[in-house]
Every structure is written in structure tokens, then in C-alpha cells.
Nanobody, 125 residues
């Protein structure tokens, strides 16, 4: 099975920033719509951001608008999620995923076929 690899998570104080990265050696992320999702124990996985194949269209959950930014980095086959002004509510395991069926993605976990193992983000003082 094809897998993506996330990195960049860690422990950060409220108000701090993190940059999460998503990549793979198995295919080009440039050819697929990419989404970022997060999950906390006892709750459903939720979408936070996604980006179209072209990179022109981006979508953000209302709870993260203005604080999260998704970007493509073609030369390194990487999609990043810049997270600013972190709060405790942002704590969770963050996953990236690729949608093989749509060039313009939806922010729904069931629409994505390739996934990573996740990277832990913990926001605590």
C-alpha cells in the first residue's frame, strides 16, 4: 500500500507555531489533491485543510482559518501545513492524505485513499 510520511509535530506552548510536512518516496504529490486531518482520542477524525492539484484552490475548517496555511513545495515533493497561534484545542495526531479521484478536493476523510501514520502535536503550557 502507498503511504505518506508526516513530520514536524512536537510539544509547543500556546501561541507558538509549528510547520508540519507531508511527503513520500513512492509517487509525486504534485499529481494529487492533498488534505490534512487531525484526531484526538474519543473523537472522529476531522479535516483541517486541503489543497487542489494545481495549488490554486485551498480549503480550511472554520476553526483554523487565519491560523493554518497549506502550501505545495514541488521541488521537494512536499506539502506543508504552517500552524500559527496554536491553542490547546489544536492538540491531536495530524495526518496527511492524498485524494486520487478529485483534482479539487473535499475536506472529508472518506474521500482520501493514501494516508500517513500521523505526527503528534501537543499544545500545553
Amino acid at each position: 500500500q502507498l503511504q505518506l510520511v508526516e513530520s514536524g509535530g512536537g510539544l509547543v506552548q500556546p501561541g507558538g507555531s509549528l510547520r508540519l510536512s507531508c511527503t513520500t518516496s513512492e509517487f509525486s504529490l504534485n499529481d494529487f489533491a492533498i488534505g490534512w486531518f487531525r484526531q484526538v482520542p474519543g473523537k472522529e477524525r476531522e479535516g483541517v485543510s486541503c489543497i487542489s492539484v494545481s495549488g490554486i484552490y485551498t480549503k480550511y475548517a472554520d476553526s483554523v482559518k487565519g491560523r493554518f496555511s497549506i502550501s505545495r513545495h514541488h521541488a521537494s515533493n512536499t506539502v506543508t501545513l504552517q500552524i500559527d497561534r496554536l491553542g490547546p484545542e489544536d492538540t491531536g495526531v495530524y495526518y496527511c492524505a492524498a485524494d486520487t479521484t478529485r483534482r479539487t478536493p473535499l475536506l472529508l476523510p472518506g474521500e482520501y485513499e493514501y494516508w500517513g501514520q500521523g505526527t503528534q502535536v501537543t499544545v500545553s503550557s
